[in-house]
Nanobody, 123 residues
Framework: LHLVESGGGLVQPGGSLRVSCAAS????????VGWFRQAPGKEREEVSC????????NYAESVKGRFTISRDNAKGTVYLQMNSLKPEDTAVYYC?????????????????WGQGTQVTVSS
Protein backbone atom coordinates (compact mmCIF):
# COMPACT_ATOMS: atom_id res chain seq x y z
CA LEU A 1 0.00 0.00 0.00
CA HIS A 2 1.55 3.26 -1.10
CA LEU A 3 0.72 6.93 -1.10
CA VAL A 4 2.05 9.14 -3.85
CA GLU A 5 2.35 12.91 -3.57
CA SER A 6 2.69 15.13 -6.62
CA GLY A 7 2.55 18.77 -7.59
CA GLY A 8 5.46 20.20 -5.66
CA GLY A 9 7.92 22.60 -7.20
CA LEU A 10 9.49 26.02 -7.09
CA VAL A 11 7.27 29.06 -6.71
CA GLN A 12 7.85 32.72 -5.92
CA PRO A 13 6.63 34.25 -2.67
CA GLY A 14 2.94 35.08 -2.95
CA GLY A 15 2.41 32.36 -5.51
CA SER A 16 0.27 29.21 -5.44
CA LEU A 17 0.74 25.49 -5.76
CA ARG A 18 -1.55 22.51 -5.45
CA VAL A 19 -0.15 19.25 -4.18
CA SER A 20 -2.02 15.99 -4.55
CA CYS A 21 -2.07 12.70 -2.69
CA ALA A 22 -3.20 9.49 -4.35
CA ALA A 23 -3.13 5.89 -3.23
CA SER A 24 -1.63 2.92 -5.00
CA UNK A 25 -3.00 -0.48 -4.10
CA UNK A 26 -6.02 0.83 -2.25
CA UNK A 27 -8.56 3.61 -2.38
CA UNK A 28 -8.52 6.64 -0.11
CA UNK A 29 -12.31 6.72 0.18
CA UNK A 30 -12.34 5.21 3.66
CA UNK A 31 -9.20 6.87 4.98
CA UNK A 32 -8.70 10.07 6.87
CA VAL A 33 -5.79 11.99 5.39
CA GLY A 34 -3.30 14.40 6.86
CA TRP A 35 -0.74 16.67 5.29
CA PHE A 36 2.52 17.26 7.12
CA ARG A 37 5.73 19.03 6.21
CA GLN A 38 9.35 18.95 7.22
CA ALA A 39 11.86 21.70 6.59
CA PRO A 40 15.63 21.10 6.72
CA GLY A 41 16.82 20.83 10.29
CA LYS A 42 13.32 20.92 11.71
CA GLU A 43 10.87 18.36 13.00
CA ARG A 44 7.94 17.20 10.94
CA GLU A 45 4.93 19.39 11.63
CA GLU A 46 1.24 19.16 10.94
CA VAL A 47 -0.31 21.23 8.17
CA SER A 48 -3.88 20.05 7.68
CA CYS A 49 -6.20 17.06 7.88
CA UNK A 50 -9.50 15.88 6.48
CA UNK A 51 -11.91 13.17 7.58
CA UNK A 52 -13.15 10.38 5.32
CA UNK A 53 -16.23 12.29 4.20
CA UNK A 54 -14.60 15.71 4.24
CA UNK A 55 -16.89 16.88 7.00
CA UNK A 56 -14.09 17.47 9.49
CA UNK A 57 -11.13 19.64 8.50
CA ASN A 58 -8.39 21.30 10.49
CA TYR A 59 -5.42 23.55 9.75
CA ALA A 60 -2.29 24.59 11.53
CA GLU A 61 -2.38 28.21 12.61
CA SER A 62 0.52 29.02 10.33
CA VAL A 63 -1.45 28.11 7.18
CA LYS A 64 -5.00 29.08 8.10
CA GLY A 65 -6.58 31.30 5.50
CA ARG A 66 -3.92 30.42 2.93
CA PHE A 67 -4.16 26.65 2.48
CA THR A 68 -7.24 24.61 1.61
CA ILE A 69 -7.53 20.84 1.91
CA SER A 70 -10.11 18.93 -0.11
CA ARG A 71 -10.80 15.47 -1.36
CA ASP A 72 -12.37 13.90 -4.42
CA ASN A 73 -13.30 10.38 -3.42
CA ALA A 74 -14.43 9.58 -6.95
CA LYS A 75 -10.82 10.12 -8.02
CA GLY A 76 -9.34 8.77 -4.83
CA THR A 77 -7.29 11.90 -4.37
CA VAL A 78 -6.75 14.46 -1.63
CA TYR A 79 -5.53 17.95 -2.51
CA LEU A 80 -3.79 20.73 -0.65
CA GLN A 81 -4.21 24.09 -2.37
CA MET A 82 -1.55 26.48 -1.14
CA ASN A 83 -1.96 30.19 -1.80
CA SER A 84 0.01 33.24 -0.70
CA LEU A 85 3.04 31.06 -0.20
CA LYS A 86 5.86 32.31 1.98
CA PRO A 87 9.53 31.30 2.10
CA GLU A 88 8.86 29.67 5.46
CA ASP A 89 6.48 27.26 3.73
CA THR A 90 9.49 25.67 2.05
CA ALA A 91 9.59 22.01 3.06
CA VAL A 92 8.99 18.47 1.93
CA TYR A 93 5.25 17.90 2.09
CA TYR A 94 3.99 14.46 3.07
CA CYS A 95 0.52 13.00 3.01
CA UNK A 96 -0.51 10.30 5.43
CA UNK A 97 -3.57 8.08 5.67
CA UNK A 98 -5.29 5.99 8.30
CA UNK A 99 -8.52 4.01 7.96
CA UNK A 100 -11.66 5.74 9.20
CA UNK A 101 -11.63 8.16 12.10
CA UNK A 102 -12.03 11.89 12.27
CA UNK A 103 -9.52 14.50 11.24
CA UNK A 104 -6.25 14.17 13.17
CA UNK A 105 -3.19 16.40 13.23
CA UNK A 106 -1.07 13.82 15.08
CA UNK A 107 1.62 11.95 13.14
CA UNK A 108 1.32 8.87 15.37
CA UNK A 109 -2.28 8.34 14.29
CA UNK A 110 -1.29 7.62 10.69
CA UNK A 111 -0.02 4.27 9.46
CA UNK A 112 0.56 4.97 5.77
CA TRP A 113 2.90 7.69 4.50
CA GLY A 114 4.03 8.92 1.13
CA GLN A 115 7.60 9.72 0.09
CA GLY A 116 6.97 13.45 0.04
CA THR A 117 7.10 16.21 -2.54
CA GLN A 118 9.40 19.22 -2.33
CA VAL A 119 7.87 22.67 -2.18
CA THR A 120 10.31 25.56 -2.46
CA VAL A 121 9.19 29.17 -2.10
CA SER A 122 11.90 31.51 -3.25
CA SER A 123 12.47 34.51 -5.47
Amino acid sequence: LHLVESGGGLVQPGGSLRVSCAASGFTLDYYRVGWFRQAPGKEREEVSCISTDGGSINYAESVKGRFTISRDNAKGTVYLQMNSLKPEDTAVYYCAAQPWGSCSMNTYEYKYWGQGTQVTVSS
